[in-house]
């Protein structure tokens, strides 16, 4: 396959949460590739170091202050990157959190603030950019949901829940957009060495021991190991890849 096929010269893309951690190794690769990129997340000075970093990488790149579980700013979102950027043809949905608590613990309000930052944020910016892609005949979306989209979570029940629901939200995204040539996709990181993971190491006793011996290639991934599957979900490679969820996990799913 030639390499244009993973040509993003003139798309635009819009990672929410990007402004650290995986999203921000996504926006590497995709902004590497070609793409500019929208920056949407909550805390300003991050965003402002993310969209600095990406500028020395040659990326044409924006911040915008989003709360994805907040509709009215997502469609500031939107318009900010129709504004700045002309088009969107690319949605990372990747902002998400963890609370870490057995279920008999688990306070329902806890419950919601997970649910709604992690799965129903994926909704609602899943909508407020479809009516762009669907004008600019076609778009490419990205979920991130985890290894407890496959497996079971005894310490974060509603982590694990918006990550399955993740999953099946991406299905029906594929299902109902294909004819307007819009292809959902979700990927499944393993344990990658991020701020969220460095709070988990903090409060889970052995969870560096237990990571390492888990994962057949023996190391935690780190936030590059994210960029190519970024480039290719959101490429014209994948144009017949579509409801798809796909592990980056250095064979931690693969383990029996
Ligand atoms: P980080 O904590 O580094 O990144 C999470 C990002 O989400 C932050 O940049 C944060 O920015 C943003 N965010 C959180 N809440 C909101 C909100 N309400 N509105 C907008 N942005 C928000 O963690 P990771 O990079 O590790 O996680 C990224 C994604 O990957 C998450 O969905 C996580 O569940 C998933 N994941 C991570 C794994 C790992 O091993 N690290 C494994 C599997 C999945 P700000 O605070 O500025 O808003």
Known sequence: MA?????????????????????????????????????????????QAAVDDLARRGARTMAIETDVTDPASVARMVAATLEGFGRIDVLVNNAGMSIRKPAHELALAEWHTVIDTNLTSALICAQAVYPAMKRAGGGKIISIGSMTSIFGAGFAPAYAASK???????????????????????????????????????????????????????????????????????SSASDFVTGAAIPVDGGFSAMG
């Open 164 to 234: 399955g629901g993740i999953v099946q939200l991406t299905k029906s995204l594929a299902c109902s957009w294909a004819a307007d040539n819009i292809q959902a996709n979700a990927v499944l990181p393993g344990w990658i060495d991020t701020a969220l993971t460095q709070r988990g190491r903090a409060q889970v006793p052995q969870l560096n021991e237990n990571v390492l011996r888990r994962t057949p290639a023996q190391r935690w991934g780190t936030i590059d190991d994210m960029a190519g599957i970024a480039v290719f979900l959101a």
């Open 3 to 47: 390499a244009r096929a993973f040509d993003l010269t003139g798309k635009v893309a819009i990672v929410t949460g990007g402004n650290g951690g995986i999203g921000l190794g996504m926006a590497h690769g995709l902004a590497d590739a070609g793409a500019s990129i929208a920056i949407a997340a909550r805390d300003p000075t991050k965003s």
